[in-house]
């Protein structure tokens, strides 16, 4: 059974700082990967999605990795800003279509 | 493209109500799902459709729960009788399978937030 792991729940960072959310699943059979901004109370917006063949995407100030062999993806956020505070989500679609997701980070850009 | 869009928005019951909440998808989509999201439990399936329908629906709690999709562009989720326990925010999302399907992902909606009392 495909699982989606998150780690750290909760960040804390200073405005400028760049950092790196993490993401693991279990089962490597998966078509895509995607990150989910979601901000408190709204919906969940989608930032990346990076395919199974591909290692990353980028855009703008974000850039994602995905290494499927080891079961982990990485969303690195350069230069951060105080807009950035939200959770963010990763899932995953496996081969059954029943996209999966973490129980996300929640991060907090202190201006 | 307006998106998937989900009404209501907001919806207050009385425990014993029935709740009936809609989502239209992207058009040219041809999967929806249904998820409920929680502080406890985060972001469930509930169930999901392809091409009008449904593929898996082992996620929908109990009996209470009932979906359909009566076309491509509709789609409905509801609850009878409502609990407050059922009280969570319920997101639609649609996307595209087809070939390439990894090139696809999914598009949710702004979410129903409901409140059973």
């Known amino acids: 059974k495909q699982e989606v792991t998150q780690i750290p729940a909760a960040l804390s960072v200073p405005e400028g700082e760049n950092l790196v959310l993490n993401c693991s699943f279990t089962?490597?059979?998966?078509?895509?990967l995607q990150w989910f901004r979601q901000d408190h109370g709204k919906g969940l917006t989608s930032l990346l999605l990076?395919?199974?063949?591909?290692r990353e995407q980028t855009s703008g100030r974000l850039n994602a990795s995905l290494d499927k062999s080891s079961g982990r993806s990485t969303l690195y956020i350069a230069a951060s800003q105080p807009g950035d505070s939200a959770t963010y989500l990763c899932a995953v679609r496996p081969r059954d279509d029943k996209i999966i997701f973490g129980k996300g980070t929640r991060l907090h850009i202190l201006p | 493209d307006a998106g998937v869009i989900q009404s209501p928005r907001h919806e207050v019951t009385e425990m014993g109500q029935e709740v009936t909440l809609r989502c239209k998808p992207i058009?040219?989509?041809?999967?929806l799902f249904w998820y409920r999201q929680t502080m406890m439990r985060g972001l469930e399936l509930l169930i999901y459709?392809?091409?009008?329908?449904?593929?898996?629906d082992s996620g929908m709690p109990e009996d209470r729960f009932s979906a359909k999709m009566p076309n491509a562009s509709f789609s409905t989720l509801k609850i009878q009788p409502s609990e407050p326990r059922d009280s969570a925010v319920y997101f639609c999302a649609s996307g595209s399978g087809g070939w390439l399907v990894s090139n696809y992902g999914y598009t949710f909606g702004s979410g129903t937030r409901l409140t059973v009392v």
């Open positions: 990076i395919q199974s063949s591909q």
């Open positions: 058009s040219g989509h041809d999967y």
């Open positions: 089962d490597s059979a998966i078509y895509n």
């Open positions: 459709f392809n091409n009008n329908v449904p593929i898996d």
